[in-house]
Structures are given as structure tokens and as C-alpha cells.
């Protein structure tokens, strides 16, 4: 037998890959751990970023959309805050300024 093949018998590292392998996956467990929250952070900046700047932009040119942004993220946590973000996003998606009148119903709450 070889040298090789006697270095791959061993138990020693039969031993050494299993415990490699648990280090790999316990590390991809912590960093998508650590990582998910994040993701759902940035999409409702994303969603409090886009409405407060269409409420500005179309309806009120000295709103201050930075304070609406802070208080949208700050609210995202509560139960049902972040679906209504969504349907008023979703539905001032593709509208233009007067079309967007039209969101009021899903827009309420989250601006003025």
C-alpha cells in the first residue's frame, strides 16, 4: 500500500474531513443567521424610501421625507405595518403623480 492510500484510510482524517465538514456548515448557519434580519431591514427602508419620496415629490414639495423614512422604518416591526408598506408601494408602483391619488386607502398611515 502506498503512502497516499494509508493517509487516506486513517481514521485520523476521516476524522479531521467530518469535523471539517460540521465547522463549514455550523459557519454558513451563523452567517445566514446573522444576515436574514438584515435583508428584511433594507427592503422596508426601501418601501418607506419610495413612498415618502412619491408623497414629496408629488404632493407636498416641503414635506420632510427624511422624518417620514425614519418613522416608516421605526414602525416596520408592528403587526401589519410592513403588508400595508407593501400594498402602498406596490400600488404607487407604476402611477404617475395624479395616479397616484388613487393609493390613499393603502397609502394611509404611512403618509399623511
Not at 22 to 32: D, E, I, N, P, Q
Not at 43 to 52: H, P
Not at 85 to 107: H, L, M, R, Y
Request: aromatic residues 8%.
Amino acid at each position: 500500500m502506498s503512502a497516499a492510500g494509508a493517509w487516506h484510510g486513517s481514521v485520523d482524517f476521516r476524522c479531521a474531513m467530518k469535523n471539517l465538514g460540521f465547522a463549514s456548515l455550523f459557519s454558513h448557519l451563523v452567517a445566514f443567521a446573522a444576515t436574514a434580519p438584515a435583508c428584511t431591514d433594507a427592503e422596508n427602508a426601501y418601501n418607506c424610501d419610495k413612498i415618502c419620496d412619491r408623497y414629496k415629490d408629488c404632493l407636498d414639495a416641503n414635506y420632510d421625507a427624511d422624518a417620514c423614512q425614519s418613522s416608516c422604518e421605526s414602525k416596520a416591526d408592528e403587526s401589519g405595518y410592513a403588508e400595508k408598506a407593501s400594498d402602498c408601494e406596490a400600488c404607487i408602483d407604476d402611477k404617475s403623480c395624479t395616479g397616484s391619488f388613487a393609493c390613499a386607502d393603502e397609502c394611509v398611515g404611512i403618509v399623511p
